[in-house]
T-cell receptor, first 115, second 115 residues
């Protein structure tokens, strides 16, 4: 079956530091890959996505590249801000053929940025 | 616009009460999802509706009863819940295109407390 492994948190960084959150996956086919962010007390927001190998998703200064050879989708940001403090979920889905796809989530990584 | 709305934001109910959670989207999406999220955990899929028909039920107890009255609305009827059902309930939607690479968009959630 499908699975997603994320680096264990919590992660604490100083403002303007470089961020990497590792994500690797196992899938039987050709999944789409996602990063979702959850701010305290809120729902999940789509941060970025990639649908095929070598695609790079990017949004709000965050980037992740779909690496099929290493089955990875690591999240990076060059200079984090206090407002980036949140829980980050890596996820994958595979086309079901019926238009209703299951998302497989990683366990989430809590990120705290200190001024 | 990628907005999914959910009401109420917060709900407190006793174990003998009957209540309903509501979810609405106006993106023309034909797949809608209910997830349950416990603290510090990723969301767990409960139900999927595809073209207003229940297509996935992840062995959820019968005290949770989903309903999809039309393509824009999704309800979750609650009856005789247990304290362990206290959680954040998230609704999501996606286009619902067969064979497509779907992206799920989440609402802000309803935080449920069962006393």
């Amino acid at each position: 079956g499908n699975s997603v492994t994320q680096m264990e948190g919590p992660v604490t960084l100083s403002e303007e530091a470089f961020l990497t959150i590792n994500c690797t996956y196992t899938a039987t086919g050709y999944p789409s890959l996602f990063w979702y962010v959850q701010y305290p007390g809120e729902g999940l927001q789509l941060l970025l996505k990639a649908t095929k190998a070598d695609d790079k998703g990017s949004n709000k200064g965050f980037e992740a590249t779909y690496r099929k050879e290493t089955t990875s989708f690591h999240l990076e940001k060059g200079s984090v801000q206090v407002s980036d403090s949140a829980v980050y979920f890596c996820a994958l889905s595979e086309p079901s053929g019926f238009g209703n796809e299951k998302l497989t989530f990683g366990t989430g990584t809590r990120l705290t940025i200190i001024p | 616009d990628t907005e999914v709305t959910q009401t109420p934001k917060h709900l407190v109910m006793g174990m003998t009460n009957k209540k309903s959670l509501k979810c609405e989207q106006h993106m023309g999406h034909r797949a809608m999802y209910w997830y349950k999220q416990k603290a510090k955990k990723p969301p767990e899929l409960m139900f999927v509706y595809s073209y207003e028909k229940l297509s996935i039920n992840e062995s959820v107890p019968s005290r949770f009863s989903p309903e999809c009255p039309n393509s824009s609305l999704l309800n979750l009827h609650l009856h005789a819940l247990q304290p362990e059902d206290s959680a954040l309930y998230l609704c999501a939607s996606s286009q619902g295109l067969a064979g497509g690479y779907e992206t799920q968009y989440f609402g802000p959630g309803t935080r449920l407390l069962v006393l």
